[in-house]
């Protein structure tokens, strides 16, 4: 069974970065697209980044395009998302996701075709 576990969320002021990482346990890491979404209060989870199993193809939000960058490290089982030039708007829980993709290079956008979610990690940006 698949286990992610999220870290690097936190408070900081419009404008800054962070680095939200996401540990992969319990099955091969290659096998699986990697994405990150995010779900503020009241508002439905949405997409924001995503990675193919090899990292040859991402896909961003058009909200975090440009000052989200998402990678992935095979040999660590992690996938990252840096946040640069955060803004108020980014606030939200940032949950990772793992759908199983073989070596097909595709980069799934609907939550609901991911099948393992981690716990989340709060991100709050203040202006």
């Known amino acids: 069974q698949v286990q992610l576990v999220e870290s690097g969320g936190g408070s900081v002021q419009a404008g800054d970065s962070l680095r939200l990482s996401c540990v992969f346990s319990?099955?091969?890491?290659?096998?699986?697209?990697m994405g990150w979404f995010r779900q503020a209060p009241g508002r439905e989870r949405e997409f924001a980044a995503v990675?193919?199993?090899?990292?040859?193809?991402?896909h961003y939000a058009d909200s975090v395009k440009g000052r989200f960058t998402i990678t992935r490290d095979n040999a660590k089982k992690t996938v990252y998302l840096q946040m640069n030039m955060l803004k108020p708007e980014d606030t939200a829980v940032y949950f990772c996701?793992?759908?199983?993709?073989?070596?097909?290079?595709?980069?799934?956008?609907?939550?609901?075709?991911?099948?393992?979610w981690g716990q989340g990690t709060q991100v709050t940006v203040s202006s």
């Open positions: 319990g099955r091969i890491f290659d096998n699986y697209a």
């Open positions: 990675i193919s199993y090899n990292g040859g193809t991402t």
């Open positions: 996701a793992a759908q199983i993709t073989g070596w097909d290079d595709v980069v799934p956008l609907d939550a609901n075709v991911y099948d393992d």
